[in-house]
Protein backbone atom coordinates (compact mmCIF):
# COMPACT_ATOMS: atom_id res chain seq x y z
CA UNK A 1 0.00 0.00 0.00
CA UNK A 2 1.76 3.46 -1.14
CA UNK A 3 1.19 5.49 2.10
CA UNK A 4 2.60 8.76 0.06
CA UNK A 5 1.17 9.40 -3.41
CA UNK A 6 1.84 11.83 -6.00
CA UNK A 7 -0.11 11.24 -8.84
CA UNK A 8 1.15 13.25 -11.67
CA UNK A 9 4.42 11.19 -13.18
CA UNK A 10 5.28 14.57 -14.66
CA UNK A 11 4.54 17.97 -15.34
CA UNK A 12 5.33 20.27 -18.31
CA UNK A 13 5.97 23.99 -16.90
CA UNK A 14 7.17 27.32 -18.67
CA UNK A 15 9.93 29.65 -17.57
CA UNK A 16 8.85 32.63 -15.02
CA UNK A 17 5.67 30.37 -14.30
CA UNK A 18 4.64 29.12 -11.15
CA UNK A 19 5.19 24.76 -10.65
CA UNK A 20 3.00 23.01 -8.72
CA UNK A 21 3.49 19.32 -7.40
CA UNK A 22 1.63 17.51 -5.22
CA UNK A 23 1.82 14.49 -2.79
CA UNK A 24 -0.95 12.86 -0.67
CA UNK A 25 -0.35 10.62 2.14
CA UNK A 26 -2.42 8.33 3.85
CA UNK A 27 -0.70 7.80 7.61
CA UNK A 28 -1.88 10.21 10.18
CA UNK A 29 1.43 8.96 12.21
CA UNK A 30 3.57 10.91 10.02
CA UNK A 31 4.86 13.88 11.47
CA UNK A 32 7.17 15.61 8.95
CA UNK A 33 7.62 16.14 5.30
CA UNK A 34 10.33 16.65 2.91
CA UNK A 35 10.98 17.06 -0.89
CA UNK A 36 13.81 15.75 -2.74
CA UNK A 37 15.17 16.88 -6.32
CA UNK A 38 16.85 14.67 -8.31
CA UNK A 39 18.84 15.08 -11.19
CA UNK A 40 19.17 12.00 -13.94
CA UNK A 41 22.56 9.92 -12.75
CA UNK A 42 22.72 11.20 -9.72
CA UNK A 43 20.98 10.81 -5.99
CA UNK A 44 18.32 13.12 -4.91
CA UNK A 45 18.95 15.39 -2.90
CA UNK A 46 17.28 17.54 0.16
CA UNK A 47 15.03 20.83 -1.18
CA UNK A 48 12.79 21.71 1.68
CA UNK A 49 10.68 20.18 4.68
CA UNK A 50 7.72 21.08 6.68
CA UNK A 51 7.07 20.05 10.21
CA UNK A 52 3.61 18.99 11.00
CA UNK A 53 2.74 22.01 12.96
CA UNK A 54 3.02 24.34 10.72
CA UNK A 55 1.31 24.82 7.43
CA UNK A 56 3.53 26.50 5.49
CA UNK A 57 7.32 27.01 5.13
CA UNK A 58 9.15 29.20 2.12
CA UNK A 59 12.67 28.95 1.20
CA UNK A 60 13.93 31.60 -1.63
CA UNK A 61 11.39 30.39 -4.80
CA UNK A 62 10.30 27.67 -2.87
CA UNK A 63 7.42 27.05 -0.96
CA UNK A 64 5.51 23.45 0.93
CA UNK A 65 2.02 23.74 2.01
CA UNK A 66 0.77 21.42 4.55
CA UNK A 67 -3.13 20.62 4.77
CA UNK A 68 -3.56 18.20 7.19
CA UNK A 69 -7.26 17.67 6.99
CA UNK A 70 -6.69 16.49 3.23
CA UNK A 71 -3.34 14.93 4.45
CA UNK A 72 -1.99 17.21 0.98
CA UNK A 73 1.15 18.81 1.12
CA UNK A 74 2.28 21.09 -1.80
CA UNK A 75 5.70 22.44 -3.52
CA UNK A 76 5.44 25.31 -5.21
CA UNK A 77 7.97 26.80 -7.41
CA UNK A 78 8.01 30.75 -8.46
CA UNK A 79 9.51 31.64 -11.09
CA UNK A 80 10.46 27.76 -12.57
CA UNK A 81 13.78 28.00 -14.00
CA UNK A 82 15.44 25.71 -16.62
CA UNK A 83 17.68 24.45 -14.16
CA UNK A 84 14.51 23.34 -11.87
CA UNK A 85 13.66 20.46 -14.77
CA UNK A 86 14.30 17.34 -12.10
CA UNK A 87 12.21 14.52 -10.48
CA UNK A 88 10.79 15.96 -7.48
CA UNK A 89 10.09 12.78 -4.81
CA UNK A 90 8.01 13.65 -1.78
CA UNK A 91 8.81 12.09 1.34
CA UNK A 92 7.04 11.39 4.68
CA UNK A 93 8.52 10.71 8.02
CA UNK A 94 7.21 9.58 11.60
CA UNK A 95 9.39 8.56 14.81
CA UNK A 96 9.03 5.24 16.09
CA UNK A 97 7.18 5.23 19.11
CA UNK A 98 9.85 3.04 21.03
CA UNK A 99 13.46 4.41 20.53
CA UNK A 100 12.46 7.61 18.32
CA UNK A 101 13.74 6.14 15.23
CA UNK A 102 12.78 8.14 11.85
CA UNK A 103 10.57 6.46 9.12
CA UNK A 104 10.96 7.50 6.12
CA UNK A 105 8.80 6.96 3.05
CA UNK A 106 9.25 8.16 -0.23
CA UNK A 107 6.58 8.89 -3.06
CA UNK A 108 6.82 7.51 -6.49
CA UNK A 109 8.17 11.01 -7.86
CA UNK A 110 7.28 13.78 -10.70
CA UNK A 111 9.46 14.27 -13.17
CA UNK A 112 9.28 18.29 -13.67
CA UNK A 113 10.39 19.73 -17.16
CA UNK A 114 10.23 23.72 -17.54
CA UNK A 115 10.21 25.25 -20.96
CA UNK A 116 13.06 27.92 -22.18
CA UNK B 1 34.56 16.18 -1.08
CA UNK B 2 32.54 14.92 1.96
CA UNK B 3 29.66 12.91 1.08
CA UNK B 4 28.95 9.25 -0.14
CA UNK B 5 30.48 6.81 -2.58
CA UNK B 6 28.97 4.56 -4.13
CA UNK B 7 31.01 1.68 -6.35
CA UNK B 8 30.13 0.69 -8.93
CA UNK B 9 28.46 3.23 -11.08
CA UNK B 10 26.93 0.34 -13.10
CA UNK B 11 26.99 -3.49 -13.37
CA UNK B 12 25.22 -6.16 -15.75
CA UNK B 13 25.62 -8.85 -14.13
CA UNK B 14 24.10 -12.78 -14.67
CA UNK B 15 21.27 -14.22 -13.08
CA UNK B 16 22.54 -16.48 -9.53
CA UNK B 17 26.01 -14.57 -9.68
CA UNK B 18 26.78 -12.99 -6.56
CA UNK B 19 27.04 -8.66 -5.92
CA UNK B 20 28.04 -6.92 -3.72
CA UNK B 21 27.90 -3.18 -3.78
CA UNK B 22 30.01 -0.73 -2.17
CA UNK B 23 28.69 2.29 0.02
CA UNK B 24 31.05 4.46 1.77
CA UNK B 25 30.64 7.87 3.75
CA UNK B 26 32.64 10.31 5.60
CA UNK B 27 30.38 12.52 7.03
CA UNK B 28 30.50 10.20 10.59
CA UNK B 29 26.82 9.85 10.01
CA UNK B 30 25.51 7.25 12.50
CA UNK B 31 22.23 6.13 10.02
CA UNK B 32 23.06 4.31 6.79
CA UNK B 33 19.89 3.48 4.79
CA UNK B 34 19.80 0.83 1.07
CA UNK B 35 16.89 2.17 -1.41
CA UNK B 36 15.94 0.91 -4.78
CA UNK B 37 14.32 2.91 -7.17
CA UNK B 38 12.29 1.23 -9.79
CA UNK B 39 9.98 3.00 -12.12
CA UNK B 40 6.38 3.74 -11.23
CA UNK B 41 7.76 2.52 -7.60
CA UNK B 42 9.80 5.96 -6.14
CA UNK B 43 12.75 4.99 -3.83
CA UNK B 44 11.96 1.80 -1.54
CA UNK B 45 14.02 1.10 1.12
CA UNK B 46 15.71 -2.05 1.71
CA UNK B 47 18.11 -2.42 4.62
CA UNK B 48 18.62 0.16 7.23
CA UNK B 49 21.77 0.65 10.14
CA UNK B 50 20.77 3.02 12.95
CA UNK B 51 24.33 2.60 13.93
CA UNK B 52 27.43 0.41 13.44
CA UNK B 53 27.16 -2.99 14.21
CA UNK B 54 23.36 -2.79 13.73
CA UNK B 55 20.74 -3.32 11.37
CA UNK B 56 17.47 -3.68 10.27
CA UNK B 57 15.02 -4.66 7.60
CA UNK B 58 13.40 -2.20 5.41
CA UNK B 59 10.44 -2.55 3.13
CA UNK B 60 11.86 -4.86 0.52
CA UNK B 61 14.98 -6.77 2.24
CA UNK B 62 14.17 -10.37 0.42
CA UNK B 63 17.30 -11.68 -1.39
CA UNK B 64 19.75 -8.77 -0.09
CA UNK B 65 21.55 -8.89 3.08
CA UNK B 66 24.01 -5.69 4.27
CA UNK B 67 26.54 -5.36 7.30
CA UNK B 68 27.61 -2.67 9.26
CA UNK B 69 31.35 -3.41 10.68
CA UNK B 70 32.53 0.28 10.74
CA UNK B 71 30.41 3.49 10.82
CA UNK B 72 31.74 4.30 7.23
CA UNK B 73 31.01 1.17 4.99
CA UNK B 74 27.35 -0.28 4.02
CA UNK B 75 27.72 -3.10 1.30
CA UNK B 76 24.78 -4.44 -0.20
CA UNK B 77 25.06 -8.05 -0.52
CA UNK B 78 22.63 -9.92 -3.42
CA UNK B 79 23.50 -13.32 -2.46
CA UNK B 80 22.30 -14.85 -5.67
CA UNK B 81 20.84 -12.27 -8.41
CA UNK B 82 17.50 -12.18 -10.00
CA UNK B 83 16.20 -10.47 -12.99
CA UNK B 84 13.77 -8.56 -10.83
CA UNK B 85 16.47 -6.82 -8.90
CA UNK B 86 17.53 -4.91 -11.63
CA UNK B 87 17.55 -1.22 -10.29
CA UNK B 88 19.05 1.46 -9.37
CA UNK B 89 20.55 1.03 -5.92
CA UNK B 90 20.97 4.68 -3.73
CA UNK B 91 22.98 4.24 -0.44
CA UNK B 92 22.34 6.99 2.23
CA UNK B 93 23.48 8.16 5.78
CA UNK B 94 21.70 10.62 8.02
CA UNK B 95 23.22 12.16 11.14
CA UNK B 96 21.33 10.20 13.65
CA UNK B 97 18.69 7.54 13.54
CA UNK B 98 16.47 10.79 14.76
CA UNK B 99 17.40 13.36 12.04
CA UNK B 100 14.84 13.57 9.19
CA UNK B 101 17.48 14.64 6.12
CA UNK B 102 19.31 12.38 4.39
CA UNK B 103 21.99 12.17 2.19
CA UNK B 104 22.07 10.10 -1.04
CA UNK B 105 25.07 8.87 -3.03
CA UNK B 106 25.08 8.98 -6.79
CA UNK B 107 23.31 5.32 -7.09
CA UNK B 108 24.21 1.78 -8.72
CA UNK B 109 22.58 0.75 -11.98
CA UNK B 110 22.40 -2.63 -11.58
CA UNK B 111 21.17 -5.12 -14.65
CA UNK B 112 20.49 -8.62 -14.03
CA UNK B 113 20.32 -10.65 -16.64
Known amino acids: DQQVKQNSPSLSVQEGRISILNCDYT??????FLWYKKYPAEGPTFLIS?????DKNEDGRFTVFLNKSAKHLSLHIVPSQPGDSAVYFC???????????????FGTGTKLQVIP | IAGITQAPTSQILAAGRRMTLRCTQD?????MYWYRQDLGLGLRLIHY???????GKGEVPDGYSVSRANTDDFPLTLASAVPSQTSVYFC????????????FGPGTRLTVT
Open chain 1, 91 to 105: AASYTFPSGGYQKVT
Open chain 2, 27 to 31: MRHNA
Open chain 2, 92 to 103: ASSRTPYSYEQY
Open chain 1, 27 to 32: NSMFDY
Open chain 2, 49 to 55: SNTAGTT
Open chain 1, 50 to 54: ISSIK
